[in-house]
């Protein structure tokens, strides 16, 4: 096969990539009241069905659904590429300097929520599957858009995506998701396990405090000991791309009244961990600080809802994977000079895929300064660059595949 990108790039323009990006962003996806995904889901359905793509949803939980669009292969099987972006965004702040969904295009730039994060790289992949599509010739194997739900909100649509890709035999060859990374490559991220941790007291009247077991001062005398002892493990632990792992304590609640002696305190405790670790060791170590500070049986450590469902590992993949040279090189050959192979602070849902047993990258238009920001926006020259990308790193993907 010897498809130029020339010859597919000819077949569309930086003016449909943004104006397909701006009809995303008008559309409000990020709370049930708007239909969380829908709107997103049936404007994508309606033009790549039009553009010969074979288009059919997926359910991922009541009201939500992934889109998932495939430009059919010479052969049938596995897909070969998925391009990989959520349809959710974060909802609006009050602050926002321009109206969240009215698209603004200024300096250069689409203002509105979720043009960063990340309608505007979902439209760059549409189009690169659009492209692809439009100029032929088919792919060795399939190539498949999914446009996920759920991503905001425990990354179930790339979930329940992998899942059955798993469970059908067809376990995709590569993954591209595209978060907004400046079109810089990131290869590594830290995974994230979030626990709740209710400590158990004996409630008492304020005034005979000796009777009770007051559960907030205990919470205090393990959250003290909790930041002691995660501080020390995080300085003996180091990744040469992710630097040390993290953790933070971010909730507390306890007590009923001033004048009761509380019986339950309960805070919330997130780690952000490294390769190599795991949530039955950082659960295990909890419990065991637990059990020594309180004694067995004083307090209890469970996980988050989701996280004993979806496990939220790390993202670690060589930087000479095949993968990771084919988007660099099709970077490389549109922005006209080498990308970054980087770590990045926050989750994606590459990490997803690549637990599954699907090599991922992540590469997009965009920040991630700007995601969930109030002047969130997007360079309209990043919109058209990660499309050129993605059609880019599809034909050197086709060349592995024969």
């Known amino acids: 096969m010897n498809t130029s990108p020339e010859r597919v790039e000819a077949v569309f323009a930086a003016d449909e990539v943004l104006a397909l990006a701006r009809r995303l962003v008008a559309i409000p996806s990020c709370a049930a009241d708007h239909g969380w995904e829908a709107g997103v889901a049936a404007a994508l359905e309606t033009l790549l069905a039009a553009e010969g793509l074979s288009v059919c949803r997926q359910p ?51 203002w509105g929520r979720g043009a960063a994060d990340m309608k505007g790289g979902l439209a760059a992949m549409a189009m690169a599957a659009i492209a692809l599509r439009r100029a032929g010739p088919r792919p060795p194997r399939p190539v498949m858009l999914a446009a996920v739900a759920a991503e905001e909100s425990g990354n179930l649509g790339t979930d329940v995506l992998a899942r059955d890709l798993v469970a059908a035999g067809r376990l995709a060859s590569f993954a591209v998701v595209g978060e907004p990374t400046g079109l810089e490559i ?14 158990f007291g004996r409630a008492a009247h304020a005034s005979t405090p000796e009777r009770g077991l007051n559960a907030i001062t205990q ?31 971010g909730t507390i609640q306890g007590g009923v009244s ?5 019986d339950r305190c309960t805070f919330q405790i997130e780690k952000r961990y490294l390769p190599g670790d795991t949530p039955a060791q950082i659960r295990a170590h909890l419990e065991r600080v637990v059990a020594r500070v309180l004694g067995e049986g004083q307090a209890e450590v469970a996980h988050e809802v989701g996280f004993d469902h979806i ?92």
């Open 219 to 249: 919470a205090a005398r393990l959250i003290v000991a909790l930041d002691a002892e995660l501080a020390a493990e995080a300085g003996r632990f180091s990744h040469p791309v992710l630097g040390r792992p993290s953790f933070n304590i």
């Open 60 to 110: 991922v939980a009541e009201g939500r659904e992934n889109l998932l669009a495939v430009i059919p292969g010479l052969r049938d099987g596995p897909p070969l590429l998925v391009l990989n972006g959520h349809m959710d965004t974060v909802p609006p702040s009050a602050s926002m300097p321009r109206p969240p969904f009215a698209a603004e295009v200024a300096d250069g730039r689409l």
């Open 311 to 402: 496990v939220h590992p790390p993202l670690d993949i060589a930087v000479d994977h095949p993968l990771v040279r084919a988007l660099a090189a099709a970077v490389a050959e549109v922005r006209g000079h080498p990308p970054a192979c980087t770590g990045w602070p926050a989750f994606t849902d590459g990490a997803i895929l690549q637990s599954h047993g699907i090599p991922a990258v992540v590469c997009g238009p965009g920040a991630l300064g700007a995601a969930h920001a109030d002047d969130e926006s997007v360079p309209l020259d990043e919109l058209y660059a990660a499309a050129r990308i993605y059609i880019r790193v599809a034909l050197r993907l086709y060349e592995v595949e024969t």
């Open 186 to 199: 990131i290869t590594a991220h830290k995974g994230v396990d979030r626990y709740r941790i209710t400590v």
């Open 258 to 262: 001033r004048n009761t002696v509380p």
